[in-house]
């Protein structure tokens, strides 16, 4: 096999072609041009937890460090504030490129297990899914009891006045805990999501094929 036909085979096996191909909006990756704005405008980008800024882990995905990115906590650190994507000269859709990384990785099973962005998303996407509203109080005890009984009373005893100052204001009730507010066609919540599913699997399954 010659130089360049080894050089295609190794693209077609790259990661940057996986990433194309399974992530969402991947196919953006290779129009970054490492201006580093985005970095510049992450409000999270002094937290020890972002190793990786959106343009370094956009050419690492080009350089086929697939094991580096996809275990990288840094995708999980996005709050989806829009900067990047409102300053990028490119108009590069970055929050939704490190969301489709992350969701990657998780469906890989690759991800950072106790990266607490990553706890905190599975929670909130577990509590809403089932009624099409999101149960604030399971959510928070789902957060404080997440390293057990003992450190979950510590955690509430440490909110006790901001959970007195919310059922004050009428913004906390007790009995959510024994369902709570709820969409009125959960039905159609749940046949929205399946055909949501539907549909991802399709355009992957096309895109593949391309």
Not at 61 to 84: D, F, H, Q
Not at 139 to 145: C, D, I, N, P
Not at 188 to 201: C, P, Q, S, T, V
């Given at each position: 096999m010659s130089a360049n036909a080894q050089m295609a085979t190794k693209y077609k096996n790259s990661f940057l072609k996986e990433v194309e191909e399974q992530v969402e909006m991947g196919e953006w990756v290779k129009m970054c041009m490492q201006c580093g704005v985005c970095s510049g405008s992450c409000p999270t980008n002094f937290h020890p937890g972002w190793e990786h800024p959106?343009?370094?882990?956009?050419?690492?995905?080009?350089?086929?460090?697939?094991?580096?990115?996809?275990?990288?906590?840094?995708?999980?650190?996005?709050?989806?504030?829009?900067?990047?994507?409102?300053?990028?000269p490119r108009k590069l859709p970055i929050t939704h490129i490190m969301h489709g990384l992350a969701n990657y990785a998780h469906r890989l099973g690759v991800a950072p297990k106790m990266q607490p962005t990553r706890h905190f998303a599975k929670l909130f996407w577990n509590n809403c899914v089932h009624t099409g509203r999101v149960n604030e109080l399971k959510?928070?005890?789902?957060?404080?009891?997440k390293d057990g009984f003992s450190q979950g009373i510590k955690n509430g005893m440490a909110m006790k006045d901001v959970a007195l100052g919310l059922l004050k204001a009428k913004r906390l009730n007790p009995f959510e805990l024994f369902g709570g507010h709820?969409?009125?066609?959960?039905?159609?919540?749940?046949?929205?999501?399946?055909?949501?599913?539907?549909?991802?699997?399709?355009?992957?399954?096309?895109?593949?094929?391309?």
């Open positions: 959106p343009q370094e882990i956009f050419m690492m995905i080009r350089a086929g460090k697939r094991e580096e990115v996809l275990t990288s906590p840094s995708m999980w650190m996005c709050t989806s504030c829009y900067n990047c994507i409102v300053r990028c959510l928070s005890m789902g957060l404080y009891f709820k969409c009125k066609d959960q039905n159609g919540i749940h046949a929205m999501l399946k055909k949501a599913r539907e549909l991802e699997e399709k355009r992957k399954a096309l895109k593949a094929a391309a």
